[in-house]
């Protein structure tokens, strides 16, 4: 008969009984079994990994007549329930194909229960099998034990149903067991024919790269030392070679074990020890084992789509902040940025493409939303919201890993949640060419931290002056008040516009005079919206919005690592950080659009010009030199006050949000927008005023502002 291993994590709060049942399960001990560590034993808590098995064989139900079943090897994984420890239980997450979640039946659920219910859902893809423990402690009369035990149960279930979508045609299995010291255990049985009937035989593959989770390392007087671990990916054999990461050391394969069994392979999801010859122990704790040689590559950036743990209560995950991410049995600080496909409608499923536009996305939601949503199947696993992951150290990270994200550092007991969000990696990130070279031998696909496209949608409005006609046909509009007279108008040329009423686009020239005014043309495409084609008027507002680049920066690496130096390279420099797709930023501009045929055109009075009576020079730039908005108010007048109630200074707030803006905003021209005189006050950027964008404004040439606090300035 076939035997297939099965890896059943146990999970649980502190003290919940988790190693007496793993005692009392177990026929095969294997590494840090039953608190075997010295300080667990001092401690009285599980503070490793531990490693146990036994066999289950079919029943006679179970077995088809065509196939014979295989008989399951379950190893169990003992992890620490205590709060400190959560990180050793996330090293222990890719290893587990199904849960048991053990729950003292006197508490119910608590901190930690939870904590492991989510690793459940996440890890397990919702296999999970609830011990009931220490009913031997609940009151003797049979009827209010049973009752006792049935509201548990009940807890428990409908918990599992509301919060983590477990509803499936059979009821989560809960067995009451018993397993105090020096007493008869009582429900084992029961439990094992629960694990019987609901374990699956899981999908294993062989084929592809071997990949080890070594959990410990120690020394055989005589016969080398022996690396333990569980296979994550691919087969080993005797006599291959084995490179230990992170420490680059390289060795062969003298023998292989599995639960003291001598085999000549191994393969994916097998319980395994490997001795070897020439290895010091004390180099290796937690390591990934890898064949063939450097077949798996350092990673410091990765991008995940991000699902939500809607339990999270810490401080909001902001674009910037840095938290705790898990890859396997490696956990270090991350900084996450957060961003979303730009235009799409919340409710469709995106992949993550490289060359697509995407929208910065300030924090993560985590609010009463956010756990609702999680009782629906589409918050399980699909997401719109992506997250750029980079890492403070190299990380050996197998395609398509999962991360887990968490804030390890709150205090376990005012938050009994700490796991934020999680995800695969669906592509990883390089920072130079260098760093793109070594990944490619195994990472598909990497994208270039200068290529991706994530930024903030910024607009500027203005208004239409007049309506003239173009010399080679089709309407054209002069524009006035979204620039000042002295803008770089290299920058804009080309841009979309929006006119607001008319709904129509228009591609903006170039400019018209000296004054700040330009010419916009029409685009015929989206003038053919209904039977009367309606066209922009004097005085109508219209809007520029566009995509404004991020510039994202490359990790900053501590510490020491043998092929990291590449990532520190200055990433490649985006084409342009002024991006527009006019279907994504005005999706109102191609709604009901006809045919040309279709279309009556009502025309508005013009005026003709010819392009070339107003040509004029454009000159290079960068859209970053330019204020991200356009308002601001006057937060206090400075200098002395006139007999007329004029100041000469003003301090605005509002125009910038960088004090670096501020700088390059220098000369720049301001007015009073709520000045109903023809003759608003008028002033110059003199200088930034702090570190937080304010800037100090000079109203000398006019004699002074009557503005007073609160009144907004814009500039022109």
Not at 478 to 490: H, L, Q, T, Y
Not at 650 to 676: W, Y
Not at 680 to 690: L, R, S, V
Request: net charge neutral.
């Amino acid at each position: 008969m076939s035997v297939v291993n099965v890896n059943v994590g146990v999970l649980g709060h502190v003290d919940s009984g988790k190693t007496s049942l793993v005692r009392a399960l177990s026929t095969q001990l294997s590494t840090a079994a039953l608190d075997k560590h010295p300080q667990s034993q001092q401690r009285g808590i599980t503070l490793d990994l531990g490693f146990s098995s036994f066999c289950l064989e079919p029943s006679e139900q179970e077995k088809p007549s065509e196939q014979e079943k295989p008989s399951l090897q379950v190893t169990l994984v003992d992890c620490p329930g205590h709060a400190s420890l959560f990180r050793t239980i996330l090293g222990g997450v890719a290893i587990i194909d199904t849960v048991l979640l053990v729950v003292d039946c006197r508490k119910g659920l608590q901190a930690q229960t939870i904590e492991s219910l989510l690793l459940a859902s996440l890890i397990a893809q919702r296999r999970v099998i609830v011990a009931l423990t220490k009913t031997d402690l609940l009151p003797a009369v049979d009827s209010e034990r049973t009752q006792a035990i049935d509201a548990v149960t009940q807890e428990i279930r409908t918990f599992l149903a509301t919060y983590f979508n477990f509803q499936n045609e059979i009821p989560i299995p809960v067995v009451p067991v018993a397993v105090g010291a020096g007493q008869e255990p009582h429900g084992i049985q029961q439990l094992l024919e629960a694990l019987s009937a609901n374990l699956q035989v899981p999908e294993r593959d062989t084929s592809g790269a071997f990949r080890l989770a070594v959990d410990h390392c120690f020394a055989v007087p005589g016969n080398g030392t022996v690396l333990t671990g569980t296979v994550l990916a691919g087969a080993l054999e005797k006599g291959n070679e084995l490179e230990l990461l992170p420490i680059g050391v390289r060795t062969k394969v003298k023998t292989l074990q599995v639960f003291k069994h001598d085999v000549d392979k191994c393969a994916q999801g097998d319980r395994v020890g490997v001795r070897v010859n020439g290895l010091d122990p004390t180099l290796v704790e937690r390591a990934m084992a890898v064949s063939p040689l450097g077949s798996l590559t350092p990673v410091t950036q990765v991008i995940i789509p991000v699902t939500r743990v809607p339990f999270f209560r810490g401080a909001v995950c902001k674009s910037g902040a840095k938290c705790h991410a898990t890859v396997g049995h490696t956990t270090v600080i991350a900084m996450a940025t957060f961003f979303s496909r730009l235009g799409h409608d919340g409710q469709r499923i995106l992949e993550f493409d490289p060359s697509a536009l995407y929208e910065h996305v300030s924090d993560l939601d985590f609010g009463k939303k956010n756990l609702e949503d999680s009782r629906s199947e589409r918050n399980i696993g699909d997401t719109t919201l992506f997250a750029l992951l980079q890492f403070e150290h190299a990380v050996f990270c197998p395609p398509k890993a999962l991360v887990v994200c968490s804030r390890l550092d709150l205090d376990a007991k005012r938050f009994p949640c700490r796991l934020a969000f999680y995800g695969s990696v669906l592509s990883v990130v390089s920072s130079s060419n260098e760093e793109l070279n070594a990944l490619s031998a195994v990472h598909r696909p990497i994208v270039g931290l200068g290529e991706l496209q994530i930024g903030r949608v910024k607009s500027r409005d203005g208004f239409v002056d007049k309506m003239m006609t173009r010399s080679e046909g089709g309407g054209e509009v002069i524009g006035r008040e979204m620039f000042s007279k002295d803008v770089k108008w290299s920058v804009y040329q080309d841009s979309v516009v929006l006119f607001e009423q008319a709904q129509v686009l228009g591609t903006i020239r170039g400019p018209f005079g000296k004054a700040g005014k330009f010419r916009i043309a029409l685009l015929p495409d989206t003038t053919m919206r209904s039977k009367t084609q309606l066209m922009p008027v004097p005085g109508e507002k219209f809007v520029l919005r566009f995509l404004k680049l991020m510039k994202l920066k490359p990790p900053k690496l501590k510490g020491k690592s043998r092929e990291t130096t590449a990532a520190k390279s200055t990433p490649k420099a985006s084409v342009r950080s002024f991006l527009q797709d006019n279907r994504l930023l005005y999706p109102e501009a191609f709604e009901n659009i006809q045919s040309p045929s279709d279309v009556e055109v009502t025309t508005a009075d013009v005026t003709s010009l010819s392009i070339a009576d107003t040509t004029a020079s454009l000159e290079q730039a960068h859209v970053n030199k330019e204020p991200r908005i356009s308002k601001g108010q006057i937060e206090r007048l400075k200098g002395e006050t006139t007999a007329d109630g004029r100041n000469p200074f003003a301090i605005v707030s509002g125009l910038f949000d960088t004090e670096q803006e501020a700088k390059d905003a220098v000369g720049s021209r301001v007015r009073c927008i709520n000045d109903d005189r023809e003759d608003a006050d008028e002033g110059t950027i003199e200088k930034p005023f702090g570190k937080a964008g304010k800037v100090r404004v000079d109203f000398q040439g006019c004699g002074g502002t009557k503005g007073q606090v609160g009144d907004i300035v814009g500039l022109y």
